[in-house]
């Protein structure tokens, strides 16, 4: 037997062996799925005789469609297998068959942005301008073409609902531009090919007579269009290889049904079942934390993780009294542990929404930990974050042109490119900045209308511009939000409306923060810090600490993991919790979160929140309670943590009380309802966090007008110091980089 079976385990190499017929593989995390894919097509291949010509295995990422070919050119010849996305296979099928489906063989694809700006213009044209109802329309249009349906079809099942008569109609006049165009969209890529499969018998003859066998990756995460496609072309041979692991299916909200490997042997009727349940991974206390977690939900696959690994460190929970306590504990463990071996890219901050990377950017930056944010936009650099300072740039320098073009129509004025660029035209003409030329009004080449639009908008800029004068920054902030009607453009019923409102509420806090550290503070003031947090200085990618959502690192893998945010309405969200698969969802995602984790995994919160433009108080997230079985202290234990100053140090510490974990026992001063064990694993004994201790290092010459090196700004003068001992944070002044906040304890700096 070749080499590549023999390194297989006895359960992986079932699958790989049974090579006819509808076969699904239950592969559970880190269990070694694209081994078996990729071992699969080799034997095909090597010992079947089977030509590459004949083979096509779908993934779902190009990273995943590159990563098989490099793994296969090793083994066999891939130059005539198909193997690619869903998405590119669709677009080959279509290019062979083009005139068939009306289209040329040369047809455009239009991305996301096209497509926006395409629907826009229709509902322009229209005559209709209500924004809110815009957006709904974009995800309708994306909601029926996932579903499969026309716009006759999608109106007629949607019948009743409000505004649906506008929405098919807009859709109908975008489908119609997108065929005068000889273009399609990325759910028209799906649409068009299922429809070329269901109509032309000919097309669906050669196709599905071509591949002999089919290899579908990550088969919980398709959707009922990608689902039949997979079925009509294993119609005529009938072998049909999917791998995936249901328990994490966490893209329903992009249409994924998870039915379909769920009710895969119903399908089809002979097809075979094979688990994967060893794990390569992770260690023994992590695969219980998984194991006990995911268990609660109700629709999935019967399998549970194991692995020959050692059992590994305990869990830690830590519990802060707000997110920049909950940031710093990360910091200053991920300090300490680099200190002692380990690199930054060993470890991974996890969250269920971008809005609370903040506070771990401002942190990681006063440490001088290398991070990179993922499953996003760094914060400041967010199109909403930039938009709101873009106001506090012309409050504070109204000289500033970019900033005045950039919100000239935000939100929604009515203002046309066009009298931007006359308003433009007439500054440079005259030698004058934009903001003065809205005073001008009367010589600028615009119709009425445009102008009587162009006076409101100068002013509001006036207005804004007073208050800066005399409102105090975190006043000046909630001013200009509701003197712009700022909230009203996004639509909190979507997920993106509802995260750029999170982001919105988490500048608010950000802002707040910054006035209750620097109570004199001015809006320049403001902005020369944002610059600090914003800094976008390339650093060394291969060392880096991960900072994303849990979406973003599905797939990959980190030695350290911390899992933030675990509050009710933040982690499970709250529309979650008003619907079962809702929650089931999110527990697959705190499933899939747990599982990245390869050594060592912390649960963190923050007892206070900001959230909905307000500080509250938070629960435990419910996932806690159902993790505590395996997660249990049966000892009063005593927390000790860092404490934010006023000063931008942490000085003093503080108790945060006893917390004890017992059988139907809540700590109201912990804020953390436990309950009594059940039947499960072993339970794993719970580490406590404490601060972690900074490296020792004489600190006393740190101060005000020393010149001191930092390896990657070079060299700076101290400016300000702040705290004192261990918690002395320095303000230094680098050359061509502006003022940096750093951890004198901590940041590899050196006095010269």
């Known amino acids: 037997m070749d080499h590549y079976i023999e390194t297989l385990n006895p359960e992986q190499i079932k699958p790989v062996l049974d090579t006819e017929g509808a076969v699904l593989v239950l592969a559970g995390a880190g269990s070694g799925k694209t081994r078996v894919l990729t071992s699969r097509i080799a034997y095909l291949v ?16 190009n990273k995943a469609a590159n990563e098989m070919k490099e793994r296969l050119s090793s083994m066999i010849e891939t130059d005539r297998m198909w193997i690619c996305t869903i998405h590119s296979m669709c677009v080959r099928i279509i290019r062979m068959f083009p005139e068939k489906l009306g289209y040329q063989k040369n047809f455009s694809i239009y991305a996301d942005s096209e497509s926006s700006t395409v629907i826009k213009k229709t509902y322009a044209k229209c005559g209709f ?19 499969g349906l ?64 089919i290899l579908v990756d990550e088969f919980q995460d398709t959707n009922g269009v990608q689902f039949e496609i997979a079925k009509y072309l294993s119609s005529v041979h009938g072998n049909l290889f999917v791998v995936g692991d249901d328990d994490q299916s966490i893209y329903g909200w992009r249409g994924a049904r998870i039915e379909n490997i769920l009710n895969f042997k119903k399908s089809f009727r002979d097809a075979k079942v094979y688990k994967l349940e060893q794990n390569y991974r992770s260690t023994k206390t992590i695969l219980k934390l998984a194991n006990t977690v995911i268990q609660n939900n109700g629709k999935r696959n019967q399998k549970t993780l194991w692995t020959e690994n050692e059992e590994g460190e305990k869990p830690v929970y830590y519990a802060a009294e707000e997110e920049a306590d909950e940031a710093l504990f990360a910091a200053r463990t991920i ?80 203002i046309g490119e066009k009298t931007v660029s006359a308003l433009e035209d007439y500054a440079a003409e005259e030698g004058i900045s934009v903001y003065d030329a809205l005073f001008e009004l009367d010589d600028v080449n615009v119709n009425s209308g445009a102008k009587a639009k162009l006076r409101v908008f100068c002013d509001l800029l006036k207005d804004l511009v007073m208050e800066g004068q005399t409102l105090p920054v975190n006043e000046l902030v909630r001013y ?14 979507t997920d993106e409306g ?21 109570p004199a503070s001015s809006v320049t003031d403001y902005l020369s810090q944002v610059t600090l947090s914003s800094d976008t200085d390339e650093i060394d990618e291969s060392n880096y600490v991960t900072i994303a959502t849990i979406h973003a690192v599905k797939g990959l893998e980190f030695r350290q993991v911390f899992l933030c945010g675990l509050e009710e309405r933040t982690f499970p969200g709250e529309r979650a919790l008003r619907e ?32 909905y433009g307000k500080r509250e108080i938070t629960m435990p997230s419910c996932f806690l309670k159902e993790l505590s079985p395996v997660m249990e202290i049966g000892e009063s234990l005593s927390y000790r943590a860092p404490h934010p100053s006023y000063g931008g140090g942490y000085g003093s510490t503080y108790g945060l009380g006893k917390m004890r974990v017992s059988a139907y026992h809540k700590e109201e001063d912990e804020g953390f309802a436990t309950f ?19 490296t020792k290092k004489d600190l006393s010459a740190f101060r005000a007008g020393v010149k001191i090196r930092h390896p990657k700004f070079g060299v700076g003068t101290i400016v300000q110091t702040r705290g004192e001992g261990a918690n002395l944070i320095v303000n230094v002044a680098f050359e061509g980089q502006g003022i940096k906040q750093l951890s004198a304890s901590l940041a590899p700096i050196e006095l010269i």
Do not use: W
């Open 46 to 61: 090597r010992e079947k005789g089977v030509d590459p010509s004949e083979i096509l295995a779908i993934t779902f990422t």
């Open 580 to 611: 079962r698969d809702g929650m089931e969802e999110e527990r697959r995602l705190m499933y899939v979160a747990i599982t990245r984790a390869e050594e060592k995994i912390y649960f963190t919160r923050s007892k206070s929140r900001y959230l």
């Open 480 to 493: 200009v939000i509701a003197a712009t009607d700022m909230r009203s453009a996004y639509d909190a019923r």
């Open 150 to 213: 026309s716009p006759a079809d999608y109106e007629l099942d949607h019948k009743g609902e409000e505004s649906i008569d506008i929405i098919c109609k807009v859709y109908a006049l975008y489908q119609k531009h997108l065929k005068e165009n000889n273009a399609l969209d990325f759910d028209d890529l799906l649409v068009e090919a299922l429809r070329l499969l269901k109509t032309d018998e000919e097309a669906l003859a050669y196709l599905a007579g071509k591949f002999r066998y």
């Open 498 to 518: 509802e995260n750029k409102l999170a982001n919105l509420d988490e500048f608010v806090n950000a802002v707040d923060e910054f006035v209750r550290l620097n």
């Open 335 to 414: 300090s300490r542990l680099v200190s002692e071996g380990y690199r930054y890219s060993d470890f991974a901050v996890l969250m269920r929404i971008n809005a609370l990377t903040r506070s771990y950017e401002q942190e990681f930056t006063k440490y001088g930990i290398n991070y990179k944010v993922f499953g996003g936009f760094r914060f400041f650099e967010r199109k909403e974050i930039k938009d709101i300072l873009a106001y506090f740039r012309i409050i504070a320098n109204p000289l500033d042109n970019e900033a005045v073009t950039r919100i000239i129509n935000f939100p929604k004025r009515g």
């Open 129 to 147: 301008e209500d924004e809110k109802l815009l957006k709904s329309i974009r995800y309708h249009i994306s909601e029926a073409k996932t579903e």
């Open 676 to 694: 009594g064990s059940q039947t499960r694993p072993a339970p794993v004994r719970l580490g406590v966090a404490t601060a972690s201790k900074p």
